[in-house]
């Protein structure tokens, strides 16, 4: 079993990475084997709307890093998506991306029945973290997955994902910032409950 972690960060290793290895980290401690994937590091070609993918479950784009992502998405039981805000949505790397994997669903659902999850990070408290993830959990559902939140195990207030902010609130009027996301206690626990969840769901799968 294994669990696939993209991250659409422009950044390798910051924020949204951090809160995609706290959620790995419960997935791994639920004995599943994990992999962090940062897209910057991928040569991913926007998509050329050719529709080729309307007629059979391809693309007509070859010679980048689209179909050794695919090979992975495809043997992994588990997908978390990490995004920072960028402009109140997701960055154009993981824009391009999420592109790219159409030929996946359109005849034929190739990632139906996976388990999703996701993470977004923002500078500000209000940054557009809600709507970055809305769009996330959006694409996940449109690939066929099973999306996990962040509840508790005895149930109460959830949130479809995880979000963090840099924002700390204000000191003498002053807007005080975290240096990085693991100072946001309230992120971090979201992580980890959202990995706790995902690892319980993939383990139902066998
Ligand atoms: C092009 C760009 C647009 C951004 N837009 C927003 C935004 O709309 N709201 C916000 O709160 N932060 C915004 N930010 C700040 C990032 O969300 C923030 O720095 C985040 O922590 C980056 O994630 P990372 O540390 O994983 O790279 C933006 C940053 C960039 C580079």
């Known amino acids: 079993m294994k669990v696939l972690a993209l991250n659409g960060s422009h950044r390798k290793g910051k ?3 951090a809160m995609l290895r706290l959620a790995l980290a419960e997935v791994e401690a639920a004995g599943i084997e994990t992999e962090l994937i940062e897209i910057t590091d991928l040569n991913i070609r926007p998509c050329l709307s050719c529709n080729h993918c ?6 007509r784009i070859t010679g980048d890093d689209m179909a050794r ?3 992975k998405m495809l043997a992994a039981q588990g997908i978390v998506l990490g995004s920072p805000v960028y402009f109140g949505n997701v960055t154009g790397l993981l824009k391009i991306f999420m592109d790219r994997t159409r030929w996946m669903h359109m005849t034929a659902n190739l990632l139906e029945g996976k388990i999703g999850a996701a993470v977004a990070h923002a500078g500000l408290r209000n ?5 970055t993830l809305l769009i996330l959990e959006r694409f996940l559902k449109a690939q066929g997955l099973f999306v996990v939140d962040d509840r508790e195990p005895e149930g109460g207030i959830y949130n479809v994902g995880a979000a963090g902010s840099l924002y700390a609130g204000l000191e003498n009027g002053a807007v005080r910032w975290r240096r990085n996301v693991t100072e946001d206690a309230l992120a971090v626990h979201s992580c980890r409950q959202l990995g706790r969840n995902l690892a319980k769901k993939v383990q139902e799968l066998i």
């Open 15 to 17: 924020n949204t990475a």
């Open 54 to 59: 309307l007629q059979q479950p391809a693309c």
């Open 69 to 71: 992502l695919a090979e």
């Open 127 to 131: 940054g557009g973290q809600e709507m």
